[in-house]
Each structure stands twice: as structure tokens, then as C-alpha cells.
């Protein structure tokens, strides 16, 4: 062979080394003692959740009351009957002036004393048949008639000159059809009501006057109007949606709802931020935070797939119509599918049945917060689908929809949670009743209408929470983790323990915590330095007994153990939901799990989730890493008692909170005579706990009990009847010391 092949078959020969190394480097990588970098995680596929999800969606709550009877709301459906009947038309009416009227009926006025239905709705078939865009307006009769100080014939201007008929005819009997030509004067049933009430208003500078002020606009019927395939998926039905409602869905975009996030002018030193919410910084002691949980949580956005830190808001597509505007009853959302609804749900359906928002629409998730029902709220649960009058007068006796009392303007909701910091608006029960709410001229109606300046409606119409289902109110997460244990039921039926939660405590009828209140409210946020050494109040109303601006109010105080970090002294937020977390890692580990076990999935949880709150949350200086040490700390949360309000027969009476009224006869502590009062009718009369107990209500403790509020707890010497008020002294020098005889 010659030296220049040799030459060349050598070359050859080192390249082919080269080349083999080459491979050998790539299929083994820098260094095969050096370990591959882990796999970037898939992102989450809510479609795939959906599937592994094995339950079938939940059935509609059924229309009935429990002892299995249809559900009525009784004063609705009275309202009703009488709206949809037309009387004979009256022809004449007397004519005679106001002036020649009073006298002619002198000392026999009408006055509130003879109203027999206090309550109307006006869904006329009258008005009706000339044009059904609207819907029906609820009337608030007795209310008026108070403000208008017995003056019925404001409204009530003539009588019919039939010698039996009633000075208070209804408007329908006079005014019905436009436009009759044999009475060219009179005004039709619809210009009547929209002049009187309108013109009231508009003089008095008080009351609505714009059409939606009163009225709801009708839907119209959806299903020629979405045009969808056979089984749409839920962006597709937005989409949908969009095409006609571009304006709400921007409306959404910036509601609290949506965002999960918003103005928070009622959190002391946090006014002017619009920044705060459940997506950002807020924290509780139920499943303590979203950050690294979201897939779980957001169950209940108003939207599909958030399910990290990185969910584009600004996508419309993943706005969920449905959920608020469904009105099969059918529609749900997987729990754990970052709000992916059930894959069995017709949506085409769904979507052509699209309504007003009712009571199950915000039920869902409001009525299921925490992880299950009546767990958050001590004053809201399952039974408020269909409650009974007693459990709830607006919901069970007037059918009230959320949004009657929670008005919304473009889809921004008013009302507030102490829990939560966002406020889109405020709603009191004075919006409707008016600062004196206790119609009438009695001696009761004027001390009651006097109370209103230091106590919150609530408070006497609510003596009672979470009356018609227990409600959480201890909740230990330093339990949580050991499979082992059966959990118990206790005496409502409900778990005392829950491996992956903890230990839990359950109260039904219990008597509120009272406290001034203000409306302001102190809150514990993400990063905020924590006291371990005390109880945390992660929120807390703000108020006192000196404070001019503060009445008391009822509160559910929930109480329970959670994480703080040891070192950086902070409430923790754990990754419990999804690959990682605790759930998923203690679900592996094999029964009984050991303490060490339990210890360090806690550390990896705690280490995963505030990495994740920091990143929700970066301006927050406050927030630090996880340093490694974690303890348990007690903290207790308030949250406002603002439903299940019970009847004015069943508020509490006078004698069960001031205990200086138990007496037979105390009335002439303040007044120089008797009067002739009935006084066991007047102070005696109250919340029945005996009638409560029949019920089956947890109740006993609270029959013949007394000072009710505890006065002294609030900042009273006593009994404000023996001792006083809070701004100005009462009862008067003279008359203290006197003897009731």
C-alpha cells in the first residue's frame, strides 16, 4: 500500500472516531454521572381533569320544603294571585275635592292600622296585553304609606261612588284599558302608575325613575338567537356569546368576579388599593389561599382554565356565561377542572335557555364555599334554594333573587364580605326600609326606630345563625394527615375529621358574637407580621362603643389552627391541590403515616406555595420565602350575618336583651305615667325558642335567657336602661331611682 493511502486511510479512520464520539457524546449528554435536568411539568388540561372527575354532575335542588312538601313562597304567590285579577271597572267615582273628602270621613281616615296586605307586586295582565318587555315590580305598600305619614289619598285620590266600595280602591278597579273611549279622560293602568309613582319621586327627590330602576328587562327567548353545533365546548358557547354581548363582556373584565380582585375601600390603610382579592393577597383560616391551588379553587371563577399564575384575563373567550345565566338548573362545573364545566351537559341547551341570574346561579358557589356547603358562611347554605319563610322572609316568603338586594350595574355587584376586601358597592336594609324601618306611631315603633342609631337590623332580626344547617366553626389544620383515623359524626351529622384537612367543629342556632362595627375592616394580609404568640384576628371589624358611626352587629367567629412561618413570623400558604401537594403526596404514602412523613410533605407544601403567593404577588415586600421552620397558630375570622332573616314576630323582643325589662312593669323608670301600656305584649314578645326547640332547632340553651347581646362585653356598665347609653345618658337623673309599682 502506498504511503498517500496509507495517509488517507488513517484520516478516515480518525474521523470515523470522531464521529462515532460524537453520538456517544450526544446520546449520553455532557456527563452521564450528571442527572437530566426534570421534565418542564405539562401544562394543566382541564378537559383531562373533567374526564378523571367519575361523579355525574349533581341533580337541581328539589322544590320542596323538607318535610317533602311542594316549596312556596307564600307572600309571592299571594302578591300574584291578587296582581292578576281585573275587577269590574268603575265607571263613576265621586267627585267631591281632598278638602270635602276628609270631612266627610272626619275621625274614620284610613290610616297603617287598616292596611291589609303590606306587601303587592305589580304584574298587571292590563299592562301586559299593551306591551310584556318588562317584569313585574315589587311594592312595598306599608312602606309607603309610612313615609307618605298616613296620607293614603295621595294615592288612593277618589273613591267610587258605589255607597259600599273602599276608599282605598285599587288603582286597576278605576284605571285599565288606554284610550277607553267612553271615559276619554281617565288614564290607562300604565301611564296612572308610571305619573303617580314617578311624579312622587321626582317632587320628593326620592325613589327611582328610570325604567330598569324599577323593572327588569324581560330576556327574549335565546333559541333562535344562539346559533351553536351539537355539544359545543364552553369556548366555543362564549364565543357565541360574545358575538351579541361584546359591552358586558367588557363590563365583566373589570368586575370583581372576573378578576378576583378590586377596590378596597373599607380595609384600614389599604383605602385608595384596587389591587386586593383572592387572586392577589387575601388569606383565611378555611383553605387558607389560591396561590399553587388554583385548579381546585377556581371551580368557581366566572371563567375556564385558570389553573396557574399565568391565566390571561384578557382573554374573553374564557369568560363563563353560564354559570350566572343559566336557568335549567343543570348547569355545574367540575370541582377540581379549574372551572371546566361537566363534559355530560347539553350546552347548546344550556345556552339557549339563558336567563336572569336566581338564587341557584350565585347558590353554587357562594352557598359551597370553603369545600362544601354551609362550611364558610353562617348564613348561607343548600336550604336557601327553596328556604322556608321562617328560615329566610325574603327568599322563602317574597322568592327574592340575589341581585334584588345586591343591585348590579354593569355586572358589578354591590355588597361586601368582611372575609374579603373587594366592595363594587354597599347594601344596607335601610336602602329599602329607610332610617326608621318600624312603620307606625306606637310607643314600640318609636323606641324600636331609636334602636336603628345603635344597632345594625341584623342584629334583632337574625338572633340566630345557621338555624336551618350547622355551619363550620373550628377548623384544625395541625390534625390533618393521618388516614388512620375515622372520622366521627357528631350530633348534626356532620365529620369531626377529614385526613386531608384536619379536625373540625360544627354549630347549628348559634347566637352571634356581637361587636361594633363601623363598616371599616382590619384585615391580615399576605407578608403581614404576625404576633405568634397570640391569637391572629386575620380579620377583625372596626369600631367602639364611643364611635358615633358604630352600631352592633352580629358576627359568625370562626376559629381554628393553621401554619405560620416560625422564622419570618407570616401565615403560610400551602400547596394542597395538584402534583406535589399535600393531598396528592399523603394519598400515597401508606396508612398510618408517620409523623416525619406528615412533617416534611408540610415543608414541600409551604415551600411550593409561597413561591407561588410571591409571584402573584410581586410588589409585596412583606411576602419572603419559605425559611424552613414552620408552627401552628390560632386565628379567628369575622363574617357578617346578612341572611336568613326571620320575620318581625320572630326578632328578638325587648326583655330578652334588656334584662331590666323582665320585670313585670318597668316602663315608668323613664315615663311619669303608665299609659295604660300592655307592657308584657310590648317588652315580652320575641324570638320563640320554645317554638324553635319543637322545630328541632339546637336552641336550648338560649330559652328565658336575657341580656341577649351582652352589654357589658360591649363597652356598658350594664342594662343602658339602668345604666345609660353609650353617647348620652339615659334614663334621666330624675327618674332612675323611682319604683315601678
Not at 405539562?42 to 383531562?48: E, G, R, S
Not at 281617565?186 to 296612572?192: D, E, I, P
Request: positive net charge; glycine residues 8%; charged residues 25%.
Amino acid at each position: 500500500m502506498s504511503a498517500r493511502r496509507k495517509k488517507y486511510l488513517s484520516l478516515w479512520l480518525v474521523g470515523l472516531m470522531v464521529g462515532l464520539g460524537l453520538v456517544l457524546y450526544a446520546y449520553q449528554g455532557p456527563d452521564a454521572a450528571t442527572p437530566a435536568a426534570p421534565a418542564a411539568p405539562k401544562p394543566f388540561d382541564p378537559v383531562a381533569a373533567a374526564k378523571k372527575w367519575k361523579k355525574p354532575p349533581p341533580p337541581p335542588p328539589p322544590k320542596v320544603n323538607p318535610d317533602g312538601t311542594p316549596w312556596v313562597p307564600v307572600d309571592q304567590v299571594a302578591a300574584l294571585k291578587l296582581a292578576h285579577e281585573v275587577p269590574p271597572l268603575v265607571v263613576k267615582a265621586l267627585e267631591e275635592s281632598q278638602r270635602q273628602r276628609r270631612l266627610r270621613l272626619g275621625d274614620k281616615m284610613p290610616t297603617l292600622k287598616d292596611m291589609k296586605r303590606p306587601y303587592l307586586v305589580l304584574d298587571s295582565p292590563v299592562v301586559n296585553q299593551e306591551g310584556d318587555q318588562f317584569e313585574a315590580v315589587r311594592f312595598m305598600h306599608r312602606k309607603h304609606a309610612a313615609v307618605l305619614q298616613d296620607q293614603c289619598f295621595v294615592c288612593h285620590h277618589a273613591k267610587p261612588a258605589a255607597p259600599d266600595a273602599s276608599e282605598t280602591t285599587r288603582c286597576v278597579a278605576c284605571h285599565q284599558g288606554s284610550f277607553n273611549p267612553e271615559l276619554p279622560g281617565r288614564l290607562g293602568l300604565k301611564a296612572a302608575l308610571h305619573r303617580q309613582c314617578m311624579g312622587c319621586h321626582e317632587k320628593r327627590q326620592q325613589g327611582p325613575v328610570g325604567c330598569t330602576d324599577c323593572h327588569a328587562k324581560k330576556v327574549p327567548d335565546h333559541r333562535k338567537l344562539v346559533k351553536l353545533p351539537d355539544k359545543p365546548d364552553p369556548i366555543t358557547v362564549t364565543k357565541e356569546c360574545l358575538r351579541c354581548h361584546q359591552e358586558q363582556a367588557d363590563q365583566l373584565h373589570g368586575a370583581a368576579h372576573w378578576q378576583w380582585k378590586g377596590p378596597s375601600p373599607f380595609t384600614v390603610e389599604h383605602e385608595k388599593r384596587i389591587d386586593m382579592g383572592k387572586a392577589t393577597n387575601t388569606i383565611n383560616n378555611f383553605c387558607v389561599a389560591l396561590p399553587s391551588n388554583w385548579p381546585r379553587c377556581t371551580s368557581c371563577h366566572a371563567g375556564y382554565g385558570w389553573s396557574d399564575a399565568n391565566f390571561d384575563f384578557n382573554d374573553q373567550t374564557r369568560m363563563d356565561c353560564l354559570v350566572c345565566h343559566d336557568t335549567t338548573g343543570t348547569y355545574r362545573k367540575v370541582p377540581t377542572a379549574a372551572g371546566w364545566p361537566f363534559l355530560q351537559l347539553d350546552l347548546k341547551k344550556i345556552a339557549q335557555s339563558v336567563g336572569h341570574p336566581n338564587r341557584k346561579n350565585c347558590g353554587d358557589c357562594h352557598f359551597q364555599g370553603g369545600g362544601g356547603d354551609a362550611v364558610k358562611h353562617g348564613d348561607m347554605n343548600g336550604i336557601l334554594y327553596y328556604p322556608s319563610k321562617n328560615c329566610d322572609v325574603h327568599m322563602g316568603g317574597m322568592d327574592f333573587a340575589c341581585q334584588e338586594c345586591h343591585k348590579t350595574r354593569n355586572h358589578k355587584i354591590s355588597g361586601r364580605s368582611l372575609s374579603l376586601p373587594v366592595a363594587e358597592g354597599s347594601r344596607t336594609c335601610q336602602d329599602c326600609h329607610t332610617a326608621k324601618p318600624h312603620h307606625g306611631n306606637s310607643l314600640l315603633d318609636h323606641h324600636l326606630n331609636r334602636h336603628v342609631e345603635h344597632l345594625f337590623c341584623v342584629t334583632c332580626h337574625s338572633p340566630v345563625y345557621a338555624k336551618c344547617r350547622a355551619t363550620k366553626t373550628w377548623w384544625d389544620w395541625s390534625k390533618a394527615g393521618h388516614k388512620e383515623r375515622k372520622p366521627k359524626k357528631d350530633r348534626y351529622g356532620m365529620p369531626d375529621y377529614d385526613w386531608k384537612k384536619g379536625e373540625f367543629k360544627w354549630k347549628e342556632s348559634m347566637k352571634p358574637t356581637y361587636a361594633w362595627y363601623n363598616g371599616k375592616v382590619e384585615r391580615v394580609l399576605l407578608g403581614d407580621k404576625i404576633d405568634t404568640s397570640k391569637v391572629v384576628d386575620i380579620t377583625k371589624p372596626v369600631g367602639g362603643f364611643r364611635d358615633p358611626d358604630s352600631r352592633i352587629y352580629p358576627f359568625k367567629l370562626m376559629e381554628g389552627i393553621q401554619p405560620a412561618d416560625a422564622l419570618n413570623k407570616l401565615l403560610l400558604v400551602p400547596h394542597l391541590y395538584g402534583p406535589g401537594g399535600f393531598w396528592a403526596t399523603i394519598g400515597k404514602t401508606k396508612a398510618p403515616v408517620p409523623e416525619k412523613v406528615i412533617e416534611q410533605t408540610w415543608n414541600k407544601a409551604f415551600a411550593k406555595g409561597m413561591a407561588e403567593a410571591i409571584k402573584v404577588n410581586p410588589g409585596n415586600q412583606g411576602l419572603k420565602p419559605y425559611s424552613g421552620q414552620y408552627q401552628w397558630v390560632q386565628t379567628r375570622m369575622y363574617w357578617g350575618l346578612t341572611h336568613e332573616t326571620m320575620p318581625a314576630t320572630a326578632a328578638l323582643g325587648c326583655a330578652q336583651c334588656h334584662e331590666s325589662l323582665a320585670k313585670d312593669k318597668t316602663c315608668c323608670r323613664c315615663h311619669k305615667d303608665e299609659r295604660h301600656v300592655d307592657f308584657k305584649k310590648l317588652a315580652h314578645r320575641g324570638t320563640d325558642f320554645e317554638w324553635m326547640k319543637k322545630q328541632g332547632r339546637d336552641v336550648h340553651e338560649l330559652i328565658g335567657k336575657t341580656d341577649y347581646l351582652d352589654f357589658k362585653a360591649l363597652g356598658y356598665k350594664g342594662d343602658p336602661i339602668v345604666y345609660g347609653g353609650r353617647l348620652k345618658k339615659l334614663p334621666l337623673a330624675s327618674t332612675i331611682d323611682r319604683e315601678c309599682k
